[in-house]
């Protein structure tokens, strides 16, 4: 019997589509993504598939924390609530275990998080020296993500919750269905049977709330209130963190908000919001970058917008933007496409160009997102699923 024209065409394709796969994984290996290529070259194998049962587990971390004395942690860049509450969460177990703990950050906190108990014991600083048995880096996709230098001198444990993190560490603890890595942090202190004292819990309570929008995203799981239940019980006080973290704003940042909601554009689909800020808005108001947290949630929150983007000025042509999606939207993909990252529901990235090229860019990508969707149902309009408040 012989083989269709149909058949010969399918099976043409699917070597040519094999082929380019090989050859994209190839360029993978050899430009130092080693291991998540791997991780991609054998994703047919069910270990591979599974990175915590491939990777060092938490057994293993728990070992090296009972093996070692000196730790240094970092997370990364501009620290968000879960950064530095599970950096200080995770130095408080350490030191109640009798190890020391040092907290390094490239960037100085924003002041919603003056109130974490242990603040005051973060070096900021532009690289990390001195003698460690390990370092933790938390919340972190790649070693760069930290901006310091010197990290790659040390053994590094890996701890992340973000769905693509490469096992670059020497120990990887990665489990994307963690709403924080606060709450990683909060089983490893079970794991190391460490009594949470009120500081702990404080830290590790300010990690989950902040990166659940409030229990309000679709990252917040059943687990999620079993862990804020336990922290509350060991001393955690949730109406004084939340007046603290979120009822603290400074003026400057109610005034800047009244400029940015001026520059609120509906774009062509009428699903995709945006909002720009300027460095003439920050002179104008003193507000601070540090301030601008949570501010994309404002064009996300009208109806019928899935898609909102938040675009900073930070430097000559040259725009950070935050993006927001709910429901199934995946803005990672569009974040990565521009070399960014994050969650399904909350990415970040660079753009170049002027302020209008850059939203051009940015809106033809969340616009293709759209594509092949029909318009919004009235009923998913009504849907109060929210996305991750992180993009780091
Ligand atoms: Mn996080």
Redesign the pocket.
Known sequence: MSTSPELRKRTFFCIQLELGLRKWLVYKLVSNEEDHALSLLFLGNPLYRNPERRLKTLDEIIRFIQDHERFAITAHARP?G??LGSELGLALTLEKLGKSATVFNSDPHPRPYQCLPGIEKIRVTDSVEGSYDGLFIL?CNDLKRANLRGLEEYFVINID?HPKTAPFGDLNWLDSSAA??GEMIYDLTQALSVDLTPEIATNLYVAVVT?TGSFQYSNTRAKTFLIAGDLVKNGADSAAIAQAVYMTRPHSRLQVLGLLLNTLEVHASKRIASIILTQEMLAKTGASANDMEGIVDYPLSMEGIDLAAFFREEGKDQFRVSLRSKNHYDVSSVAEHFGGGGHKNAAGLLVKGNLQEAVEKVVFELDKLLDGTDEQSPAAAQQTIKPLA?D?
């Open positions: 968000d879960d950064a919340e919750h924080a890595v990166d992180d780091g």
